[in-house]
Every structure is written in structure tokens, then in C-alpha cells.
């Protein structure tokens, strides 16, 4: 097995296939590109961004993905313009969604559970959660912070958070891996691997 293939496989198998990410009107391709370098780096598999603001649904997203220092190749995108849909999507394939909010009441980031499996959702850079959003939450929570200012870029409160899930997985063993136990365990991680596959047969097809 080739090294380059034994990585693929490595990778898709440490991919945690109950944890995603859901951007909320973010408008910055800078952030979204920093946000998919990030779940490539803690083993997301997808992210979800929606545009609900009508001003933010003629931009051309390809420009995130393009700069995400190749990391959009692995983290696969689906991009919504209609909150239910976007949310009915989450709620089919997670078990539950929470936000990070500075409204009260919510909980540390460091006191909530992100072992299991869930939804992390981010607002955008002024306006944080919509309304409509903060509804549909099953946990508010919010990171610590002792400065002047109660308030990061969003694509550190991104890093910030994912490390944290990171943190608790890798403490039980959710990214262990060894070759003789890497073959895939669900027709999803099966899926997974096969279009990593795929990508990589069409990256040497234009690169060769």
C-alpha cells in the first residue's frame, strides 16, 4: 500500500462522522476557509453554511473553498439558503444542535458534553445567532473569556471550540487507530473513503 493511500485510509478512518460544523451567514471567505482548515485538522467531515440574508446568497463561495489551503478537498460543503431545510438537514444526521452565544443563560464551552453526537453552530462576524437559530439550539453555551472585549473572530471561536471536542474524543479513544482495525465499520465511513478515493484518483488526473 502506497504511503500516499495508507494516509487516505487513515484519515477517513479518525473522520468523526457524529460531530459537523453549521455556519450562519458568515460572510468572510477568509473565515469560512479558516474554519474548513480547522475541521479538516480535528477529523469533520462536512460543514453546513447557510445564507439567509438575501445579501449574502449571490456570493461566490467557491472563493473559501479555493483558499482553505487545500483542506476543501476533504471537508465536504453543503451550502443552504433556507433556514428549515438547512436545520431539518442537521437534525436527520445529528443527534443534537448547540450554539455559541453570549445571551444568557449558556453554558461554558468547558462544562458541555461534545462527545456525543452534534451540531456546533456559529453566527456571523456582527450579528452572532439569528433568532431563528437560537430556537432550534438544545444547548446555549458560551467560551470563557476575562478580557475588555466578550468577543472573538469567528473562525477562533471555531478552533477554539473543535479543540475542545478534540479534546474530550481523544481522551476516550474516538481517534485511536491501527491499521488492522481500519477497515470501515458503516456503509457511511464506507462512503467516506471511497470518495476520499475518488478525489485522489481525480488530483492525479490534473496533476500528474
Known sequence: MSERLQKIRKVAARRQLDLTVVLENVHDPHNISAVIR???????AEIYVLYTDPRLQELDFSIGKKSSGGSGRWVQIH???????????????????????????STDLYSVDLNESVAIVFGNEHDGLSQATLQVLDQSMSIPQVGMVQSLNISVACAVTLYEAFRQRWSVGKYDYSPRSSGSTSPDR???LERYLRLQQEKKHFNP
Open 79 to 105: 451550502r443552504f439558503l433556507n433556514h428549515s431545510e438547512c436545520f431539518e438537514t442537521v437534525r436527520s444526521r445529528y443527534q443534537s444542535v448547540v450554539g455559541t452565544s453570549l445571551i444568557p443563560p
Open 190 to 192: 464506507e462512503a467516506l
Open 38 to 44: 480547522t475541521c479538516d485538522a480535528v477529523g469533520v
